[in-house]
């Protein structure tokens, strides 16, 4: 069982920045392809980004390249998301998934992410 937990959400001002992690248990971190989503109240659960087993390949959804980066550190099983140049429209929970799967891109759609994380609030105010 592998269990995902966020932290570094929190309350920023609109042009602000925040680093979200992600810890993993379990040894089984570096076999996973990584995301994040978010989802704000009233929608569907949005992609974020991706990144691949090693850290060589990421995908982002098109309102966060430029603003967002998603890292990972294999050796500490922890995910990272830095969030510079934040709009009031970023605000929502943000989960982290794994995808233990062994297809060769990046799932952007939630199906092939079998873990979740509970979720960190995030909030931008203008």
């Known amino acids: 069982q592998v269990q995902l937990v966020e932290s570094g959400g929190g309350l920023v001002q609109a042009g602000g920045s925040l680093r979200l992690s992600c810890a993993s248990s379990?040894?089984?971190?570096?076999?996973?392809?990584m995301a994040w989503f978010r989802q704000a109240p009233g929608k569907e659960r949005e992609f974020v980004a991706a990144?691949?087993?090693?850290?060589?390949?990421?995908s982002y959804a098109d309102s966060m390249k430029g603003r967002f980066t998603i890292s990972r550190d294999n050796d500490k099983d922890t995910l990272y998301l830095q969030m510079n140049s934040l709009k009031p429209e970023d605000t929502a929970v943000y989960y982290c998934?794994?995808?233990?799967?062994?297809?060769?891109?990046?799932?952007?759609?939630?199906?092939?992410?079998?873990?979740w994380g509970q979720g960190t609030q995030v909030t931008v105010s203008s």
């Open positions: 379990g040894r089984a971190f570096g076999r996973f392809r």
């Open positions: 990144i691949s087993r090693v850290g060589g390949t990421t």
């Open positions: 998934a794994a995808d233990p799967t062994l297809a060769p891109a990046l799932a952007t759609s939630t199906t092939p992410y079998t873990y």
